[in-house]
């Protein structure tokens, strides 16, 4: 995993690609990007465990030598939690999202998916690539957003839970008018 992993004190170990939790891995990164696609937010909600964390800092254009700070993380687009990002949903599912009504038509491709199991635990280190397409009204382009998420799931009794997601913007400078959608 890169500079910008999720770091504990505890060692993981790598899944290997194709076996059962990894499919099982995927089939959770495709059901939420479909659910978000879809704009059924309330269902996507279930999929995120009550200590989620989730943020998305600012970056920065540094030398070869200045890297390691290109990720701003005193600043950020989002630092949210479980609680406000289920008023996010509220609001996206609600008649008060002034941005997103009419909604932005979105699709997610979530690709380079690698995971870890945490050692002692029933938690998985995540790291994926996503792209994003969104075309807002009747305008013919539509805004790329790449990025990379580095994320925390839970297997709990109800299913596998994002705990901790941290998005990386590919963008010092973003191409979109606001950040209304999910990352």
């Known amino acids: 995993m890169s500079a910008h992993?999720?770091?504990?004190?505890?060692q993981s170990v790598p899944i290997a690609i194709g076996s059962e939790t990894y499919n099982e891995m995927l089939q959770f990164y495709y059901t939420e990007?479909?659910?978000?696609?879809?704009?059924?937010?309330e269902e996507w909600?279930?999929?995120l465990a009550e200590d989620l964390k989730y943020g998305v800092p600012i970056r920065q254009t540094r030398m070869v030598k200045d890297t390691d700070a290109t990720v701003v993380r005193?600043?950020?687009h989002y630092h949210d939690d479980?609680?406000?990002i289920m008023g996010r949903i509220l609001r996206?599912?609600?008649k008060s999202a002034w941005a997103e009504d009419p909604p932005s038509r979105v699709r997610r491709f979530v690709s380079n998916i690698?995971?870890?199991?945490r050692?002692?635990?029933d938690e998985f280190e995540v790291v994926s690539y996503l792209l994003i397409t969104r075309n807002r009204f009747d305008d013919d382009f539509f805004d790329l957003i790449p990025c990379e998420r580095h994320d925390l799931v839970r297997k709990t009794e109800t299913g596998l839970k994002l705990a901790k997601r941290e998005v990386i913007l590919d963008q010092a400078l973003l191409g979109t008018p606001n950040l209304a959608i999910f990352l």
């Open 92 to 94: 996206l599912s609600g």
């Open 119 to 121: 050692e002692n635990s």
């Open 74 to 76: 005193s600043v950020q």
């Open 114 to 117: 690698q995971v870890s199991k």
């Open 45 to 47: 909600g279930q999929m």
């Open 33 to 41: 990007a479909s659910l978000l696609d879809n704009i059924r937010l």
């Open 82 to 84: 479980y609680r406000s």
């Open 5 to 10: 992993n999720i770091t504990t004190d505890e």
